[in-house]
């Protein structure tokens, strides 16, 4: 996959990202918390949340994605974040991309 291919997959991430916020009523400061997880944490927050968007990644592409949906969200990147490479995504098992609302817990 090219470096056009994940910016192009990034804008389509953050336009059904923002479409899906439309939808569900997000008011002015809800924002979406993006970050990658495993399939197992991925699971862990679908269940506490809604609504959630992920995105299966390959571990070579994903921190890229990652990146990219950030900056077009204007979301810094702090802490662990920055310091994740290839290897320790792959490491860590971590293959998706996924993003939620802390303040919308599921019911």
């Not at 996959?1 to 809800?30: H, P, W």
């Not at 924002?31 to 927050?45: L, N, P, Q, R």
């Not at 990146?67 to 077009?72: D, E, I, P, Q, W």
Request: charged share 25%; aromatic share 10%; with cysteine.
């Amino acid at each position: 996959m090219s470096d056009q291919t994940i910016e192009f997959q990034a804008k389509i991430y953050v336009y059904d990202l923002k479409n899906c916020a439309r939808e569900f009523g997000f008011k002015a400061g809800e924002d979406w918390e993006v970050g990658m997880a495993t399939s197992e944490e991925k699971t862990s927050i679908e269940n506490r949340y809604f609504p959630t968007l992920s995105a299966s990644v390959l571990p070579e592409m994903l921190i890229e994605m990652f990146h990219s949906v950030k900056a077009k969200l204007t979301q810094q990147i702090v802490g662990l974040e920055k310091n994740l490479d290839t290897a320790a995504i792959r490491r860590n098992h971590l293959q998706y991309l996924i993003a939620y609302n802390p303040k919308r817990l599921r019911r």
